[in-house]
């Protein structure tokens, strides 16, 4: 049996491929998907070697090359370039040693499943044993390749209910999963502290006890996620016990829970969902059955796990440009990596991210700081807060003093930027629930100051810039299926809010908002 050094080395053996033509295979990728990086033989020679010539350590990669790497594999750059498991078929099949993140969901598992301690772990090393990548990465590419609206049928038609929020307008006519009410749709409420009352609160600390199918779903997303070099870490995560939020502000109750918990529960009813689409079954939804089975469930969210994330539609003023044209706001939209956990390959607005705290879980439940942070980590280049790296040894690592030079700017002076929730719901899919944000950068000198160097990190596969004046555009871009439908329902609150505020610099499509 072929022996390999790396994960890297077995991927590129399985394509059939030398080393000098995966060099020329990265190259025409890289051209064809705007990929900044760039692999020569003798580099691919050290990593495939997982050394340096003399023997010495590889040392960190060159972040535009490992977004390159990882982008084509499905896999991270650490897993790539670790040991394949010894005695897996045709070495397919990464160990668990390659992914310590996931240490924390075997000691959960074990516990919510009532197994003896270590047998989480043991099921996912001996499905990874038997693991088929090529079958995995096919599911996935299946699941994305369903469409934002069939989604939001299938969900409709399992509620029973039509009043999920939508628009209809001059050729437009589209409906999200996300359930709204009136009172939390149209808002333009500054995120400062009189408007952001949420409160945190002490949970019962309970674990949920998992049934045997449940449980074996649970292995299953993890030998998924360890076969397809899906980051995964146990942080804490805000978890929603009460909600009331209008024009007033946004107030209620959270308590912090763990990502694991949500992941391996609430987090697995959007991939049954999507299997359940693309078999053309109605009755594929036993997770749903069990863990949200119907509205009541839904609004319920302090009977459930109800976790959540914050997502904001960034408009940037640009001066007036020769080639470009008026004065106008750039507005930014993602597509999804393969890495992240749910929402993968769609399009969505930037940030997008899990409301959950740092280091002050009191202080981090504002809506605004969660913002703030994801704006750092997402755009302007700050991996020292990304949570899925681990604990932050920084005390404060949102103090002032560790801003980014973009963000410091915009702090500087009043006026720079506005930071407004739009809207709030609940997302059918999953239950989650879903702080919609606006973020409006006033001062257009900041385009020419900072523009150049945002930048995504490795949540996003790509980004696209769309003009705020550009009507026609944007009116095709809200009709994309490949959109999450969450995304979706943050861009067009975001649009709605910038059309009553952008005066001269937009000219966006008008529409009637629907189910609420």
């Given at each position: 049996?072929?022996?390999?050094?790396t994960?890297?080395?077995?991927?590129?053996?399985?394509?059939?491929?030398t080393?000098e033509?995966f060099v020329?295979e990265?190259?025409?990728?890289?051209?064809?998907?705007r990929?900044?990086?760039t692999?020569g033989l003798?580099h691919?020679q050290?990593?495939v070697?997982g050394?340096r010539s003399?023997?010495e350590?590889?040392?960190q990669?060159?972040a535009?090359?490992?977004?390159?790497?990882?982008s084509?594999?499905g896999?991270t750059?650490?897993?790539?370039?670790?040991?394949p498991?010894?005695?897996?078929p045709g070495?397919?099949?990464?160990?668990?040693?390659a992914h310590?993140?996931l240490?924390?969901?075997?000691?959960?598992l074990?516990?919510?499943?009532?197994?003896?301690?270590?047998?989480?772990?043991a099921?996912?090393?001996a499905?990874?044993?038997?693991a088929d990548?090529?079958?995995f990465?096919?599911q996935r590419?299946?699941r994305s390749?369903?469409?934002?609206?069939?989604?939001?049928?299938?969900?409709?038609r399992y509620?029973?209910?039509?009043d999920t929020?939508g628009v209809?307008?001059?050729?437009?006519?589209?409906?999200?999963?996300?359930?709204?009410?009136?009172e939390?749709?149209g808002?333009?409420?500054?995120?400062?502290?009189?408007?952001?009352?949420?409160?945190?609160?002490?949970?019962?600390?309970?674990?949920?006890v998992l049934?045997a199918?449940?449980?074996?779903?649970a292995?299953?997303?993890?030998?998924m996620a360890?076969?397809?070099?899906v980051?995964?870490?146990?942080?804490p995560?805000?978890?929603?016990?009460?909600i009331?939020?209008?024009?007033r502000?946004?107030?209620?109750?959270?308590d912090?829970?763990s990502?694991?918990?949500?992941?391996?529960?609430?987090?697995?009813?959007?991939?049954?969902?999507a299997d359940?689409?693309?078999?053309?079954?109605k009755?594929l939804?036993?997770?749903r059955?069990?863990?949200?089975?119907?509205m009541?469930a839904?609004?319920?969210?302090a009977?459930?796990?109800?976790?959540?994330?914050?997502?904001?539609?960034?408009?940037?003023?640009?001066?007036?440009d020769?080639?470009?044209?008026?004065?106008?706001?750039?507005l930014?939209v993602?597509t999804?990596s393969?890495?992240?956990?749910?929402a993968?390959g769609?399009l969505?607005?930037i940030?997008?991210?899990f409301?959950?705290?740092?280091?002050d879980?009191?202080a981090?439940?504002?809506?605004?700081?969660t913002l703030?942070?994801e704006?750092e980590?997402e755009?302007f280049?700050?991996?020292d807060?990304?949570?899925?790296?681990?604990?932050?040894?920084?005390?404060?690592?949102?103090?002032?003093?560790?801003w980014s030079?973009?963000?410091?700017?915009?702090?500087?002076?009043?006026?720079?930027?506005?930071?407004?929730?739009?809207?709030?719901g609940?997302?059918?899919v999953?239950?989650?629930y879903e702080?919609?944000?606006l973020v409006v950068v006033?001062?257009?000198?900041?385009?020419p100051?900072f523009g150049?160097?945002?930048?995504?990190n490795w949540?996003?596969?790509g980004?696209?810039?769309y003009?705020s004046?550009?009507?026609?555009?944007?009116?095709d871009l809200?009709q994309?299926?490949?959109?999450?439908?969450?995304g979706?329902?943050a861009?067009?609150?975001?649009?709605r809010?910038?059309?009553?505020i952008?005066?001269s610099?937009?000219?966006l499509?008008?529409?009637?908002?629907?189910?609420?």
């Amino acid at each position: 049996m072929r022996t390999f050094r790396t994960v890297l080395e077995q991927r590129i053996w399985e394509r059939r491929l030398t080393l000098e033509e995966f060099v020329e295979e990265a190259e025409l990728y890289a051209r064809e998907h705007r990929e900044p990086g760039t692999l020569g033989l003798r580099h691919l020679q050290r990593l495939v070697a997982g050394r340096r010539s003399a023997d010495e350590p590889l040392g960190q990669v060159k972040a535009s090359t490992a977004r390159l790497l990882e982008s084509m594999f499905g896999s991270t750059v650490e897993v790539l370039l670790s040991p394949p498991m010894e005695g897996s078929p045709g070495g397919s099949s990464v160990g668990i040693s390659a992914h310590p993140g996931l240490a924390g969901a075997f000691e959960w598992l074990d516990g919510a499943a009532g197994w003896l301690s270590g047998s989480a772990a043991a099921k996912v090393s001996a499905g990874l044993k038997v693991a088929d990548v090529g079958m995995f990465q096919g599911q996935r590419a299946r699941r994305s390749r369903i469409s934002r609206q069939q989604i939001a049928d299938a969900v409709r038609r399992y509620y029973r209910v039509n009043d999920t929020f939508g628009v209809r307008g001059l050729g437009l006519d589209v409906q999200t999963s996300v359930f709204t009410r009136s009172e939390w749709s149209g808002l333009g409420l500054p995120l400062d502290a009189g408007n952001e009352r949420l409160a945190l609160v002490q949970g019962d600390g309970a674990a949920p006890v998992l049934s045997a199918g449940c449980a074996e779903a649970a292995v299953q997303r993890l030998v998924m996620a360890a076969a397809l070099g899906v980051r995964f870490a146990n942080l804490p995560l805000y978890r929603l016990a009460e909600i009331d939020v209008s024009a007033r502000g946004i107030g209620g109750a959270v308590d912090v829970g763990s990502f694991v918990e949500y992941a391996l529960t609430m987090d697995l009813l959007e991939a049954e969902l999507a299997d359940a689409v693309v078999s053309g079954s109605k009755a594929l939804n036993p997770l749903r059955d069990r863990y949200l089975p119907d509205m009541d469930a839904v609004v319920d969210v302090a009977g459930r796990v109800c976790a959540g994330g914050v997502l904001s539609l960034v408009a940037i003023a640009r001066p007036a440009d020769p080639f470009r044209g008026a004065a106008d706001y750039a507005l930014i939209v993602q597509t999804r990596s393969d890495q992240v956990v749910n929402a993968a390959g769609k399009l969505a607005v930037i940030p997008k991210g899990f409301h959950q705290p740092l280091t002050d879980p009191r202080a981090d439940v504002r809506i605004g700081a969660t913002l703030r942070r994801e704006l750092e980590e997402e755009l302007f280049g700050r991996d020292d807060v990304d949570v899925t790296a681990g604990a932050s040894r920084a005390a404060s690592p949102m103090h002032p003093g560790r801003w980014s030079a973009p963000m410091r700017w915009l702090e500087d002076e009043p006026g720079r930027m506005r930071m407004e929730c739009t809207g709030f719901g609940l997302n059918l899919v999953s239950g989650n629930y879903e702080f919609a944000t606006l973020v409006v950068v006033e001062d257009e000198e900041f385009w020419p100051r900072f523009g150049g160097q945002l930048e995504a990190n490795w949540e996003a596969s790509g980004l696209t810039l769309y003009s705020s004046l550009d009507g026609e555009l944007i009116t095709d871009l809200v009709q994309q299926e490949a959109w999450s439908n969450e995304g979706l329902f943050a861009l067009l609150q975001g649009l709605r809010r910038l059309r009553e505020i952008g005066g001269s610099r937009v000219s966006l499509p008008s529409f009637e908002v629907s189910g609420l």
